[in-house]
């Protein structure tokens, strides 16, 4: 079942601006991670966020993650047009949560498109 | 190169036609799953294998098989393929322990049933 839901479903800025993506999801989890796939291509993991840490960076990349609201977001800063790609949250079942098969469960993704 | 290595890329087969999707790692890693993703459904898990002949059903398992017989490759079967298998699947695997790094996915596979 799909867990992570994120918004917006699409979004289009001008180069050099932030892109603030965010995701929510249902059950309790290990851990959250994003994922960034061009046009069909194969997913590259960006940043994994555990369930006892608030935020995390790496590089141009800041998560956040409230488990209270069961809530997550991705900022890119200072955004480029290699950018342009679709990313997803994903969300790794705790381990005997009652979620079902273990693994990651995807939401739907977000569409962004940086340009020039 | 640490790599998810899936094959064809791309194949066109007919309804009832038995396939098989190969997926191979080199990372030794002990988890390794596969996941389709379709328009507006996104990607969702078919079968995940946490260590050598250990597999269970993921989300949407339903005319599928696999195996592993060996740490390093977790092949997807299609015994009787149907138009509605017509999918983007891709092959992934992840170092279990922690699940800390995220999981590395293959290329893809877009396959095409008619």
């Known amino acids: 079942s799909q867990q992570g839901e994120e918004d917006p479903q699409a979004l289009s800025i001008q180069e050099g601006e932030n892109a603030t993506m965010n995701c929510s999801y249902k059950?309790?989890?290990?851990?959250l991670q994003w994922y960034r796939q061009n046009s069909g291509r194969g997913l590259v993991h960006l940043i994994l966020?555990?369930?006892?840490?608030r935020e995390k960076h790496s590089g141009r990349l800041r998560v956040t993650l409230d488990t209270s609201k069961k809530s997550s977001s991705l900022l890119i800063t200072a955004s480029r047009a290699a950018d342009t790609a679709s990313y997803f949250c994903?969300?790794?079942?705790?381990?005997?949560?009652?979620?079902?098969?273990?693994?990651?469960?995807f939401g739907k993704g977000t569409h962004l498109i940086i340009q020039p | 190169e640490a790599q998810v290595t899936q094959n064809p890329r791309y194949l066109i087969t007919v309804t009832g036609k038995k396939l098989t999707v190969t997926c191979s790692q080199n990372?030794?890693?002990?988890?390794m799953s596969w996941y389709r993703q379709d328009p507006g459904l996104g990607l969702r898990q078919i079968y995940y294998?946490?260590?050598?002949?250990?597999?269970d059903k993921g989300d949407v398992p339903e005319g599928y098989k696999v195996s592993r017989k060996e740490k390093r490759n977790f092949p997807l079967i299609l015994e009787s393929p149907s138009p509605n298998q017509t999918s983007l699947y891709f092959c992934?695997?992840?170092?279990?322990?922690?699940?800390?790094?995220?999981?590395?996915f293959g290329s893809g596979t877009r396959l095409t049933v008619v």
């Open positions: 992934a695997s992840s170092s279990y322990t922690g699940k800390s790094h995220g999981y590395t």
């Open positions: 059950t309790s989890i290990n851990n």
């Open positions: 966020i555990r369930s006892n840490e």
């Open positions: 994903a969300t790794d079942r705790a381990l005997y949560s009652g979620g079902g098969a273990d693994g990651l469960t």
């Open positions: 990372m030794n890693h002990e988890y």
């Open positions: 294998s946490m260590n050598v002949e250990v597999t």
